[in-house]
T-cell receptor, first 115, second 112 residues
Framework: DADVTQTPRNRITKTGKRIMLECSQTKGHDRMYWYRQDPGLGLRLIYYSFDVKDINKGEISDGYSVSRQAQAKFSLSLESAIPNQTALYFC??????????????FGPGTRLTVL | QKEVEQDPGPLSVPEGAIVSLNCTYSNSAFQYFMWYRQYSRKGPELLMYTYSSGNKEDGRFTAQVDKSSKYISLFIRDSQPSDSATYLCAMSAGNAGNMLTFGGGTRLMVKP
């Protein structure tokens, strides 16, 4: 079984709809992240969480919100989706205590299309 | 200007060739350097991890860091079609809470 899972894997929605992307992990890591990937722009950080009670905005948080329901679960919401949020979304986890930097492990991604 | 620059490619090479992938960066505080490999429709997976300057070898892969030039490289020897993927460099300053900064990725195609 995969250590980091994301649901759904693909989603097509319309402008103005509320969308939730979910991430679960079995790695036992405290840190979880949400990124979006656009062609040529690499991975850009949306939100990150160092534990259940710690949520932080990343580089591009506008238009997004998150919820850390448990150590293993981290959800990303688009309250009112717009077409320029069409992208590939990745969840990642890391265990900072094992290394001196954030070596991150990624889920398989969710391809979101907003029409 | 982006903090981490990476040629997007695509880079097309014949099987067996030596591949060189590169990133340049502007933040002198970066001291941890990583290469991730991403196959089509998959999440990135960690390939190589290097601290500070120098070389690190793992099988057919060699990661090289030159902090004085703010330049990192990934070499792939005896490239295989299975190496066809997008390669992303990533780096951080390593402080608690310090995030990874990614390059845009280079798409590599190894042709049989």
């Amino acid at each position: 079984d995969a250590d980091v899972t994301q649901t759904p894997r693909n989603r097509i929605t319309k402008t103005g709809k509320r969308i939730m992307l979910e991430c679960s992990q079995t790695k036992g890591h405290d840190r979880m992240y949400w990124y979006r990937q656009d062609p040529g722009l690499g991975l850009r950080l949306i939100y990150y969480s160092f534990d259940v009670k710690d949520i932080n905005k990343g580089e591009i948080s506008d238009g997004y919100s998150v919820s850390r329901q448990a150590q293993a679960k981290f959800s990303l919401s688009l309250e009112s989706a717009i077409p320029n949020q069409t992208a590939l979304y990745f969840c990642a986890t890391s265990d900072f205590s094992r290394r001196s930097t954030d070596t991150q492990y990624f889920g398989p991604g969710t391809r979101l299309t907003v029409l | 200007q982006k903090e981490v620059e990476q040629d997007p490619g695509p880079l097309s090479v014949p099987e067996g060739a030596i591949v060189s992938l590169n990133c340049t960066y502007s933040n002198s505080a970066f001291q941890y350097f990583m290469w991730y490999r991403q196959y089509s429709r998959k999440g990135p997976e960690l390939l190589m991890y290097t601290y500070s300057s120098g070389n690190k070898e793992d099988g057919r892969f060699t990661a090289q860091v030159d902090k004085s030039s703010k330049y990192i490289s990934l070499f792939i020897r005896d490239s295989q079609p299975s190496d066809s993927a997008t390669y992303l460099c990533a780096m951080s300053a390593g402080n608690a809470g310090n995030m990874l900064t990614f390059g845009g990725g280079t798409r590599l195609m190894v042709k049989p």
